[in-house]
């Protein structure tokens, strides 16, 4: 495999590092460890400037090459939070702290990045400015909007941004990326039900509210498969109910909730009007208040044409033309480095983790053997972007 034979010499070094992460995750933005981790390499690296505190607890440096001619400066961004899940895997590199694991594989994402920043401060072959992005709360937080409302784009000059994401099924040593829509905006959503409530003797007495929250969870999976177009995509999922506690008693209300995926904005306002129209005609032909709450989520991640087909031939070059994929289908998960891709520029792209256990899973687990893969991508894509000259 034609990986950056410097960045092989290192190997187990950033596989350290990255079973170091592993063993001591951070949730949403209590990711100190990680960050103090990331901050205290970074300067042992020798790079330009390390600045901490950004999104409150993201990283950012600054590593210039040994020639600036181009004026042109690449964004590189890697997570670093964990998962609030109890992990089952046993080995010298658990997880310390129960009900927190890195089942996403952010661990492995800085680690690569580390090492590529590694590489980058030690040679400096290229023409420009590479700015290097550790950033928190990926895992539902927003962290990637935290670091974007912080200034960190003008603050740091970033022209273009690109992001990277382990993916399990797919082969260690192998790419997929697409262009435009490649994750999906995610929205949640809180339905509450007034009823009245009753002695579960004397149903007629009362108007059920379980009841009807049954009729709505079956309306809503009308919404895809009834008014979605069949060649666009949308999910609707109701992951949780909740009503009552006693066995004889009919209660007052119901609450249940989920959320909606989708990959365009149109789509999205077209599940939303839907369901609204489905839950208040229900609602009202039982005699019942309804409330429908919106949270709005991340917004699409789409990647911007150039860089799409830019950060293939980066990944062509490290791994072989038949080992990259250009035409993947989009994921339905979604994705905070959509916010960046709103601010500038860029793309984002899968790497194969192997046959591992799925992502959020209790025992996935990161592939270190993908590591100088996804070190190299990084380090081809300062280089590619920005040479420096002969």
């Avoid at 927190?100 to 952010?106: D, I, L, T, V």
């Avoid at 262009?179 to 009823?195: P, S, V």
């Avoid at 919106?294 to 150039?306: M, S, W």
Wanted: net charge negative; charged share 20%.
């Amino acid at each position: 495999m034609p990986v950056n034979n410097r960045i092989s010499a290192f190997h187990d070094e950033i596989t350290d590092w990255r079973r170091t992460i592993h063993q001591n995750p951070g949730l949403m933005y209590d990711v100190e460890e990680t960050a103090e981790l990331v901050a205290t390499k970074l300067q042992e690296f020798g790079v330009d400037e390390v600045v901490e505190g950004i999104g409150r607890t993201g990283v950012v440096a600054v590593i210039k090459g040994r020639q600036n001619t181009s004026g042109r400066t690449i964004g590189m961004r890697a997570d670093m939070d964990a998962l609030p899940i109890h992990e089952k895997n046993d080995g010298p590199y658990k997880s310390k702290y129960d009900g927190k694991m890195h089942a996403c594989g952010h661990d492995g994402h800085t680690a690569m990045l580390l090492g590529a920043a590694k590489y980058l401060a030690e040679t400096r072959n290229f023409d420009g400015t590479a700015v290097i992005i550790f950033q928190p709360a990926e895992e539902g937080g927003a962290g990637g909007k935290a670091m974007v409302d912080d200034g960190m784009m003008e603050r740091f000059g970033v022209a273009e941004v690109y992001g990277l994401h382990n993916m399990p099924g797919l082969p260690v040593g192998e790419f997929a990326i697409c262009e435009g829509a490649i994750m999906a905006g995610t929205d949640e959503f809180t339905i509450q039900l007034e009823g009245l409530g009753a002695h579960a003797a004397m149903p007629h007495m009362g108007r059920d509210p379980i009841v009807v929250a049954s009729q709505m969870v079956q309306a809503l999976q009308s919404i895809v498969s009834r008014n979605v177009d069949p060649l666009s995509s949308a999910v609707v999922t109701v992951t949780g109910i909740q009503a009552g506690k006693a066995y004889n008693v009919i209660p007052q209300e119901a609450k249940f909730w989920g959320t909606v995926r989708t990959l365009n904005d149109e789509v999205r306002e077209q599940v939303f009007a839907r369901m609204t129209v489905l839950l208040e005609g229900i609602a009202a032909a039982h005699e019942m208040k309804v409330t429908i709450n919106v949270k709005a989520g991340y917004p699409v991640t789409v990647n911007h044409a150039a860089q799409t087909g830019f950060a293939a031939d980066v990944a062509r070059e490290v791994v072989g033309d038949e080992r990259v994929d250009v035409e993947r289908l989009p994921v339905m998960g979604g994705e905070d480095f959509s916010f960046m891709l709103l601010e500038r520029p860029g793309a984002f792209i899968f790497m194969g983790n192997g046959d591992s256990a799925g992502l959020h899973h209790e025992e996935y687990d990161f592939n270190d053997e993908a590591i100088p893969v996804g070190a190299s991508y990084w380090a081809k894509l300062v280089e590619k972007a920005m040479p420096a000259a002969a």
